[in-house]
């Protein structure tokens, strides 16, 4: 983790489920709500969730609940989710293309601003009114528009390698569409997202 903190990293990679949560309550009417009525609705336990939240500070009091728009907007400040992070995406295929054109990373602070592919029939050209920049103008491009997260949509053969590149400049998260294992230092915040695995997963359940 680039950033030193006590909450351990399962209970950071809750908190967008708390929020995400929360959200849907907020705008069902519900204005307070207790860690019982938020842990049914995620399958997770209300000791789990004071648990959770008690590494941040105090959140609502004994008894009353949580006033929900408060820990909204208290969740989004410990996440970094009040502002808005400039963000790439390496490799513009099919999957590329379809992250640029996903309209659901905007309204929730992450705005595509570039994207990089060596192909050169790609180069050039636009995806949602975004140009395709070759691999070589990565780094200054990051730098110029302050690029701190990239979204990597490249083949697992050369994901590596690609990787290898950004370290080199001054990304400081990946989202790892490639199915593979990175090797990455602990500077660096990787989440990989693989849907065969979670699909293997729920195999097991189903036989």
Do not use: H
């Given at each position: ?23 849907q309550?907020s ?17 997770i ?6 648990k959770d ?17 408060s ?7 410990i996440?970094g989710?009040?502002k ?9 295929g099919r ?14 602070g ?20 975004i ?19 990239a979204?990597?949509?490249?083949p697992?053969?050369?994901a ?29 915040v ?18």
């Amino acid at each position: 983790m680039v950033k030193d903190s006590i909450a351990p990293e399962v209970v950071i990679l809750r908190l967008p489920l708390y929020i995400r949560a929360l959200s849907q309550m907020s705008e069902e009417g519900q204005t307070v709500i207790s860690s019982k009525t938020l842990g049914n609705r995620l399958q997770i336990t209300p000791a789990q969730i004071r648990k959770d939240l008690s590494y941040f500070g105090r959140f609502g009091k004994q008894g009353r609940g949580y006033k929900v728009d408060s820990l909204i907007e208290e969740l989004t400040n410990i996440l970094g989710l009040n502002k808005q992070w400039n963000s790439c995406i390496v490799g513009v295929g099919r999957l590329g293309k379809a992250i640029i054109n996903y309209p659901g990373f905007v309204p929730e602070g992450f705005k595509i601003i570039s994207a990089f592919d060596n192909d050169p029939s790609l180069i050039g050209k636009t995806v949602n009114e975004i140009q395709i920049l070759p691999m070589d103008e990565i780094k200054s491009a990051v730098k110029q528009n302050d690029i701190k997260i990239a979204i990597l949509a490249v083949p697992s053969t050369v994901a590596q390698n690609v990787i290898t590149e950004l370290l080199n400049t001054n990304i400081k998260a990946i989202l790892n569409y490639a199915p593979i294992a990175p090797k990455v230092p602990e500077t660096l915040v990787l989440r990989n997202i693989d849907p065969v695995i979670s699909l293997q997963s729920m195999t097991y359940y189903l036989d």
